[in-house]
């Protein structure tokens, strides 16, 4: 069975860092592009960061850049978002997803979805 499975979600004070992680089953991430996206309620899903699968090119959302770090293990085929210096409007369910051949980070580029992890940045 294929899936992504995340983990590292939580409540952190403002300032605060966490740290996502996703595995994925049943398939091997490599020719993937993958990413990590988020949605509170009433807003579309958007794409925070996502490596493209075929230049290693890193996107990172305008209101995350310089506060997260995406990363990847293809031995371990798993993706990770160190996220630093957390705000509240970073909160929100956050959804690892993968993309054959996805050079973009659009939702309409992934096409498997892990079942998010719920990020709470609140005092």
């Known amino acids: 069975q294929l899936q992504l499975v995340e983990s590292g979600g939580g409540l952190v004070q403002p300032g605060g860092s966490l740290r996502l992680s996703c595995a994925a089953s049943g398939f091997t991430l490599d020719n993937y592009g993958i990413g990590w996206f988020r949605q509170v309620p009433g807003k579309e899903r958007e794409g925070v960061s996502c490596i493209s699968s075929s230049d290693g090119s890193i996107y990172y959302a305008d209101s995350v850049k310089g506060r997260f770090t995406i990363s990847r293990d293809n031995a371990k085929n798993t993706v990770t978002l160190q996220m630093n210096t957390l705000k509240p409007e970073d909160t929100a369910v956050y959804y690892c997803?993968?993309?054959?051949?996805?050079?973009?980070?659009?939702?309409?580029?992934?096409?498997?979805w892990g079942k998010g992890t719920l990020v709470t940045v609140s005092s």
């Open positions: 997803a993968a993309g054959w051949y996805a050079s973009t980070c659009f939702v309409l580029s992934m096409d498997y």
